[in-house]
């Protein structure tokens, strides 16, 4: 069980935004996604997540080779993706943007909202998390219940892989501890999870390992108990790590 990709190459015109690409992620880690602005992170998550196509490589999910058509492609093979503005319906209810798209109905085709509304709860009540009712539009909640609400909608999907894209930037300090608390919860339940994010302290904090992109290149995967910060960041701004003789 696991994900992996290879050799996974995209291009815009004449710019290689990623090359020849190879990671794997496991159900029950959390791997940090490391890299400078502009060094890829968000487009190999977006072939993983079927949002792009790849000009070359392959992705294949517990076993299974796939060729992502849509993110539809990637969500019905277990991989959910949450962008950094989450997308989510400020007008609408917490519960109807967990629900949005695969809304629960009986057999006449009235909504189940009742229904949805318990399994939304349970989602919630699951994590350790500052309790908040689903009822309330997305629009009044704090950062990290945003947060916590566009994650919500992945759970109640049985996603196995999330992909995270930067999701503690713009909270506060508290709310960014809630998310990353839910990180762990996520990775505890079997989750494979991939964090993209420019703050090397967050993670070290929920990380087991961190791949870390270089101008669209690997330039490597660290298990997080045995590199250190100083090679993490020679990855990330020279490609390689820090010589010895340097
Ligand atoms: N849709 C697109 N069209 C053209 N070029 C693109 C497109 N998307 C990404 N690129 C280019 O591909 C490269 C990688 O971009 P990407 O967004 O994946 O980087 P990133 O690591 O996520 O950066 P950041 O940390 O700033 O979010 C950049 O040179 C970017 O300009
Ligand atoms: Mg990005």
Redesign the pocket.
Known sequence: MSVVLKNITKS??S?K??ENIDLEIHPGEVIGLL??????????MKVLAGAVRPNEGTIEVDGVDYVFEGSSDARAAGIEMLYQDLALFDDLPVVMNVFIGREITNRFGFLRYGEMRRRAMDIVNGFSVRKFDVRNPVGNLSGGQRQVSAITRTMAFGSRYIILDEPTSALSPSARDEVLAIVRDLASRGIGVVM?S?DLGHVRQVCDRVAI?HL?TMAGVRDMATTSQDEIISLIVDGHAPNAAA
Request: aromatic share 6%; hydrophobic share 35%.
């Open positions: 815009y015109g710019v935004a990623i890299g400078d602005n502009g060094a890829g992170k968000s487009t190999l993209v420019h992109l669209g």
